[in-house]
């Protein structure tokens, strides 16, 4: 932890929702405040810049601009790490945006530090969450994509580029579906939220609500809890290419837990059952019998504690010189 | 490095064969000895460690026991780590051999590190091989088994129980063969000797020598290059599921470079070709498309190397405090 006892901004940029909040030190949330993601063809940059400041200016009003330890931010993937020059996939309106440098020039006198959105997931289960105590953790969003980040060693894994924890391209099924990333068979392919619902809607089922792409996973879940046989179907798909995929991640690296959270993981027992069959259908060294894996802890907060812990527990989160 | 200009002694203790070596405080070879791995009804406990004691005489004559820095070993496993005691699957005398014990009774005046064979393989190749400079390593042994290790951000992983790198369970395929471990479509069901040479057999090859079963891969690959057609398409199957494997690894870990070795990748381009296609058909993310895929560069001399770096570079590859 740090000595400073000032608060720290965090914010969360995503596709579907921004939002910021005043962390303290010990890693509470005290402020917080969340809008839409400014979405259309009128939406440019400084739009979505705007809308963050005003988030940012809600939450800080208690203590002024000065008033904070540093910024931590979470942002959806790609970005240059770690200068924070952002292009999320979902926000079409920022493709190169110097997201990092932007608020470097705001907060000058403290340190900023931006990371990919589902990295500061992992984090905030691993800090704050159903990581806690647990040295070697994957944590995953399982929502419009399937994002995720590692902590081994209770250190953060940033890899060559700070793409460390894309678990939703690791191969489930190498003759399974084309992926978004131009690969085959990847997670995401199967088990991301539209992907899962696309396939819904082949075997006949219908969205009741027209909430948009970033709602359906959300949506197959609450409709698999009604009972609807399709949507249980797509529940037993998901869970059988998850419990893939966390296999093969948790023999090759030897983790103590798994979190999942995101949309999809609302389906609760309906999901994590056939998730669990599935990983204990593959996962049989010993080593792997003893791994758990459970619902994320922290919900949508997940997101805006790990990017406050990128500032306040730098030893075990923010290690850009590897 | 050390400080200390003894030499370190280096062991690697395999199945099929045992070695010794004296390592300089560079990390260079002076001495090696080497035997097969003594097998068969008679074969105990004792018989072992007193061959492998022998090695170790041989190698220590010109300095004498009291003339090393400290003792690095690579063992089969699975081991109980960081203890190294030691249970190796392809030593059925050893169970439970307190390795790691007998070896700082006899060296008492200095470290004594045992680590699984394939991650002192990999870390031989982040040391001094084909992943030198580079800070995130996969290092891979594809022959008996398939095994391997990790070198993420210059740092050997461990994993919760010292088993992080078993990239042979990582599942390719899940529909695939049964494996060994009890799982399902795991890499080293499809591409290990073994299997591979089974699967070969399947199709009509007929090994040329009655070797045993731990030759088969380097045989099959020997077949392949005199262009038998069986063995050509084992090497495409082989190459086919290692592609998605280390796909799936880099996509998960953002990884600089991938090292191959064992006696499967003794065939060359006729492996390399198909596993970098099926690579290159998988790993899509930007990030993924830099990573280069090469044989390993140290040969038999891997194992040595990394199990004397576990003692002159214990900030990168000894960590079992975390």
């Not at 740090?2 to 962390?23: E, H, N, Q, W």
């Not at 590692?150 to 579906?177: E, F, K, Q, T």
């Not at 599935?278 to 010993?286: D, E, I, K």
Request: charged share 20%; hydrophobic share 45%; net charge neutral.
């Amino acid at each position: 932890m740090t000595t400073d006892d000032r608060p720290v901004l965090a914010l969360d940029v995503g596709g579907t929702k921004l939002a910021a909040a005043l962390v303290d030190s010990t890693g509470r949330i005290r402020e917080a405040a969340r809008t839409r993601t400014p979405r259309g063809p009128r939406t440019d940059a400084d739009t979505l810049w705007t809308a963050l400041m005003s988030l940012v200016d809600i939450v800080t009003a208690s203590v002024g601009p000065r008033g904070v330890a540093g910024v931590g931010v979470g942002c959806g993937g790609p970005m240059d790490w770690p200068t924070g020059v952002v292009s999320p996939l979902n926000i079409p309106a920022w493709r190169g945006f110097p997201l990092g440098p932007r608020l470097a020039e705001r907060f000058s006198t403290v340190p900023v530090r931006v990371h990919n959105d589902a990295v500061c997931v992992a984090v905030g289960e691993h800090a704050r969450g159903a990581g806690r105590g647990q040295a070697h953790l994957l944590g995953m969003v399982v929502s419009t994509g399937v994002g995720g980040g590692l902590v081994l060693g209770n250190r953060v894994v940033d890899g060559a580029h700070g793409n460390a924890g894309h678990v939703g391209h690791v191969v489930v099924d190498p003759n399974g579906p084309d992926c978004v990333c131009g690969g085959v068979g990847c997670l995401e392919a199967v088990a991301a939220g539209p992907n899962l619902a696309r396939w819904a809607e082949e075997q006949g089922w219908r969205p009741t609500a027209a909430w948009g792409e970033e709602h359906s996973a959300r949506e197959l879940a609450e409709d698999a809890r009604r009972g609807h046989p399709v949507a249980l179907a797509a529940m037993e798909r998901a869970g059988g290419a998850l419990g893939v995929a966390i296999a093969s991640v948790t023999h090759l690296l030897d983790l103590s837990v798994v979190a999942v959270g995101g949309g999809l993981s609302q389906a609760g027992p309906l999901l994590f059952d056939p998730l669990e069959a599935s990983f204990r259908r593959h996962a049989r060294l010993s080593y792997a019998r003893e791994v758990r894996v459970v619902p994320a802890a922290l919900g949508q907060d997940a997101g805006l504690v790990g990017a406050a812990a990128l500032i306040l527990q730098p030893d075990r989160y923010w290690n850009p010189a590897g």
